[in-house]
């Protein structure tokens, strides 16, 4: 076994100010850099990507593709009506997801999660992007165009509560989407609530009672049920579980998976929680104030995550086994705002691996390995075959830690 010599005072002296000189030397090379230009000039390579993108036809493959995808919401504007400041709550995101599969999105709060669910269904429209569900391209569809997609997408809230009419039975509750949309005929209406009502574990008598008579999980199960009866493709399930005791958030998230399996649908599950995102996704997309930074399947994401971000969201999640250290990296400072969003790389205030070039330039979306997404300036390389490594930060920054 080697042992590590200790440094002296001197050496740990020298190497600070090699450190702080190369350091120097990487600054001043950005010393006559127009930050405003670089930005403009990134805006515009993300435009021309957008553009040439746009022409492609969608993947027949997947139930759901997101290409470039934006939601502003203004700040301020002139009297005239311009926007002048804005809040770039969802910024060019892209990904694609298969029907039967569960993508897991994860970021903390603010990144713009919900605001990513609620602009793929519609609720909010979006500021520019496409957005390809079964073949069609409903970004620009009208309100009225969309109605017939709407059974088709369903949406579960967090909050199980405020969710439901207190004045409703759950019966009513359930019936009233089965009948707007003519489900089944008239008469089988109740039969058919009552299979749905079955397959979410709840019992038959509910029927005639009313939402605040029920606990929180089984709210959460007839919140379920209700997005359920218009048999829908795609459910995006906004932090479904977070309000509820852990024993019970086990038995929704099995709930979910159990109609998955039994009925194909296709979820996009937004979670603070990555232990719960874990045991469901099987794609995990990555968001920091508005972007997507990485996105790949499960085992990538906790195997071999890329980007410093993740790592450091990930290096909390405790692991099972005692035997593992856990390595937490706990970041620095607050998040900025996504109205004032910082230069280069937007996560470079807080990021233990920032080096001069991520103050001034934005590190491009690459795929790294098929599948697996990052934008981080470690991994020059571009589009790799296999394994991914980030460069030697040491040699990037003189850095040994
Ligand atoms: N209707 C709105 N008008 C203006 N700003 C909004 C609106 N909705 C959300 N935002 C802002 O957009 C950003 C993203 O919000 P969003 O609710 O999507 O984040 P989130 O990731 O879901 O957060 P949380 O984990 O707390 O639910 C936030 O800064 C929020 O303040
Ligand atoms: S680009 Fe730089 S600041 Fe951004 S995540 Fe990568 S190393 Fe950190
Ligand atoms: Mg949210």
New binding site residues.
Partial sequence: MSIKKTQTYEEALEKEERQEELERTKASEFAAFDDAAEAAKEETAREEKARADADLPPDPDVLLEVRHLK?Y???KKTLAGKVTLS????DDVSFKLKAGETLG?V????????????TILKL?QPTDGQIFFAGQEIAKYSPSKMRPLRTQMQIIF?DPYSSLPPRSTVGGILSEPVRVHKIVPREQVKDYVLKIMEQCGLRDYYYERYPHEFSGGQRQRICIARALTVQPKLVIC??PVSALDVSIQAQIINLLKRLQTTMGFTYVF?S?DLSVVKHISDHIGV?YL?SMVEFGDKKSIFENPLHPYTQALFSAVPNPNPDVKMNRIVLKGDIP???NPPKGCKFHTRCPMAMEVCKHIAPAYKEYEPGHFAACHCYPQGEVKGPVKAVSLQEETGRED
Avoid: N, W
Avoid at 87 to 90: E, G, H, K, P
Avoid at 107 to 118: A, M, P, W
């Fill in positions: 939601k919401f203004p700040l809040l770039r709550a969802v999105i970021g903390e709060s603010g990144c713009g999660k919900t605001t990513l669910g609620r909010y967090q906004d932090e937004i603070h968001m508005g705002s996504p109205a």
